[in-house]
């Protein structure tokens, strides 16, 4: 039995091979940091993960009116940084942390 290697994209339809394309080419421009967010340690967090005025702004609201945690609040800065690093941005935005939000409260009722 011979073993062949085989593109994984080759099983994507085109849309999906499109999106992993960016995707990959996203996180490749990016800069390099230690490892997945939810593994880094808070130091790592508040170095990496420190968002702009109006980012800081908007998660103090969600934390006063959404009752976010500390908890939530940092989970919130993890996905926003990763949101970032897709969008190719070297700061975590307010956009990044509204849309971050976003993720965080689909589908709950408010």
Same mark, same amino acid.
């Given at each position: 039995?011979?073993?062949?290697?085989?593109?994984?994209?080759? %099983? =994507?339809?085109? $849309?999906? /091979?499109?999106?992993? @394309?960016?995707?990959?080419?996203?996180?490749?421009? &990016?800069?390099?940091?230690?490892?997945?967010?939810?593994?880094?340690?808070?130091?790592?967090?508040?170095?990496?993960?420190?968002?702009?005025?109006?980012?800081?702004?908007?998660?103090?609201?969600?934390?006063? %009116? =959404?009752?976010? $945690?500390? /908890?939530?609040?940092? @989970?919130?800065?993890?996905?926003?940084?990763?949101? &970032?690093?897709?969008?190719?941005?070297?700061?975590?935005?307010?956009?990044?942390?509204?849309?971050?939000?976003?993720?965080?409260?689909?589908?709950?009722?408010?």
């Amino acid at each position: 039995m011979s073993c062949t290697t085989r593109n994984p994209l080759s %099983r =994507l339809p085109p $849309s999906g /091979r499109a999106s992993w @394309r960016r995707v990959t080419g996203s996180l490749n421009g &990016a800069p390099k940091r230690p490892g997945p967010t939810p593994s880094w340690p808070p130091l790592l967090l508040a170095r990496h993960c420190t968002p702009d005025d109006s980012g800081r702004r908007i998660l103090n609201t969600a934390m006063r %009116r =959404l009752a976010l $945690s500390a /908890r939530g609040y940092d @989970r919130v800065r993890r996905v926003a940084r990763t949101i &970032a690093d897709l969008a190719g941005a070297d700061r975590v935005g307010g956009e990044h942390i509204a849309e971050a939000l976003q993720f965080r409260f689909a589908g709950s009722s408010l």
